[in-house]
């Protein structure tokens, strides 16, 4: 019988020992996440032979994987959702009552690692030491939506696995409507706004390693997060964007998503825009910006995300 692609589920936790990978149940795959795939990365050496133009047996080395999964932006107003507890802190980003921020640090009692499992109608893959990076995308008037891209060791083959049944969350997804958006104090009027925590993710080499991918986790060794938004054109009187721009400064950027009670909220204390290019948007005319998020009154302060 063929398998079936929508008979799929995604499960992670947390690792309680670095690189080692968790048995993972039902209550691991409590997350609404979709358009996610698993895919092994192994780079397999060539061995040229003698006598010829032949080929020796290859040899699988540098046995990697990356996952990647959507997840639409949810909040009761109450717990901190699943997505942001278990996956933020494998993104390098910690929880402060209710609010998450950057750590400049590699994984153990703030940041963490992931096992990370696709189950596939019968079949699972198994990613473990994984850490990752993500891009919030907010398109005006619609579904907030979070991308994550995992990179983690290869470190054992698909097995044939029943499928977990977890109980999913039932809370709505947030939409990006009826909110606040300013930059410099001054509203913007946008049709998409993308928040990249811009992480940077290497495998952390050792021949210790206690498995046979060569590596003990992925580790983030740096991060540059970026807003893009696209916000309608104005006076210079209203917002003298060239200036902003071309003045080494940055501002505050804020955004909400979501209806105050359960909304979230994005903030970068110094927004500093880097690039501003003229747009078109149904005749009108619009402002393609980009800013890079800089340090705050602190290390670690450039951007936060908080659950009101």
Same mark, same amino acid.
């Given at each position: 019988?063929?398998?079936?692609?929508?008979?799929?589920?995604?499960?992670?936790?947390?690792?309680?020992?670095?690189?080692?990978?968790?048995?993972?149940?039902?209550?691991?795959?409590?997350?609404?996440?979709?358009?996610?795939?698993?895919?092994?990365?192994?780079?397999?050496?060539?061995?040229?032979?003698?006598?010829?133009?032949?080929?020796?047996?290859?040899?699988?080395?540098?046995?990697?994987?990356?996952?990647?999964?959507?997840?639409?932006?949810?909040?009761?107003?109450?717990?901190?959702? /699943? @997505?942001? +507890? *278990?996956? &933020?802190?494998?993104?390098?980003?910690?929880?402060?009552? #209710?609010?998450?921020?950057?750590?400049? !640090?590699?994984?153990?009692?703030?940041?963490?690692?992931?096992?990370?499992?696709?189950?596939?109608?019968?079949?699972?893959?198994?990613?473990?030491?994984?850490?990752?990076?993500?891009?919030?995308?907010?398109?005006?008037?619609?579904?907030?939506?979070?991308?994550?891209?995992?990179?983690?060791?290869?470190?054992?083959?698909?097995?044939?696995?029943?499928?977990?049944?977890?109980?999913?969350?039932?809370?709505?997804?947030?939409?990006?409507?009826?909110?606040?958006? /300013? @930059?410099? +104090? *001054?509203? &913007?009027?946008?049709?998409?706004?993308?928040?990249?925590? #811009?992480?940077?993710?290497?495998?952390? !080499?050792?021949?210790?390693?206690?498995?046979?991918?060569?590596?003990?986790?992925?580790?983030?060794?740096?991060?540059?997060?970026?807003?893009?938004?696209?916000?309608?054109?104005?006076?210079?009187?209203?917002?003298?964007?060239?200036?902003?721009?071309?003045?080494?400064?940055?501002?505050?950027?804020?955004?909400?998503?979501?209806?105050?009670?359960?909304?979230?909220?994005?903030?970068?204390?110094?927004?500093?825009?880097?690039?501003?290019?003229?747009?078109?948007?149904?005749?009108?005319?619009?402002?393609?910006?980009?800013?890079?998020?800089?340090?705050?009154?602190?290390?670690?302060?450039?951007?936060?995300?908080?659950?009101?």
């Amino acid at each position: 019988m063929p398998l079936l692609r929508r008979k799929a589920v995604f499960a992670a936790a947390i690792e309680g020992t670095i690189g080692t990978a968790e048995s993972l149940d039902g209550t691991d795959g409590v997350f609404n996440a979709r358009d996610f795939s698993l895919q092994p990365n192994i780079a397999m050496t060539r061995r040229e032979g003698q006598g010829g133009f032949n080929y020796l047996t290859s040899i699988p080395e540098g046995m990697t994987g990356i996952c990647t999964i959507v997840h639409d932006l949810t909040y009761n107003g109450t717990d901190i959702p /699943t @997505w942001a +507890s *278990v996956l &933020l802190p494998a993104c390098g980003w910690v929880d402060a009552t #209710g609010t998450f921020s950057p750590k400049s !640090e590699g994984p153990g009692s703030n940041v963490k690692t992931l096992t990370i499992g696709h189950y596939k109608d019968g079949k699972r893959s198994l990613l473990s030491g994984a850490m990752g990076t993500f891009k919030i995308v907010c398109p005006t008037g619609k579904v907030a939506y979070i991308e994550f891209t995992f990179t983690g060791k290869y470190s054992s083959n698909e097995t044939d696995t029943a499928i977990i049944a977890p109980t999913y969350p039932t809370v709505s997804p947030l939409r990006f409507a009826a909110g606040a958006l /300013t @930059w410099n +104090s *001054v509203a &913007l009027c946008t049709s998409n706004v993308e928040v990249d925590a #811009g992480n940077s993710v290497i495998m952390r !080499e050792c021949v210790n390693a206690t498995d046979r991918s060569g590596y003990v986790s992925a580790l983030v060794t740096n991060r540059a997060p970026v807003i893009t938004a696209d916000p309608e054109s104005v006076l210079v009187a209203t917002q003298d964007r060239d200036s902003l721009w071309l003045t080494p400064t940055a501002q505050a950027f804020s955004m909400q998503i979501g209806a105050s009670g359960s909304a979230i909220t994005i903030a970068a204390p110094k927004a500093q825009l880097e690039n501003k290019q003229q747009g078109n948007r149904n005749d009108m005319m619009t402002d393609d910006l980009t800013w890079l998020c800089t340090q705050g009154s602190s290390a670690d302060t450039e951007l936060t995300i908080a659950f009101d």
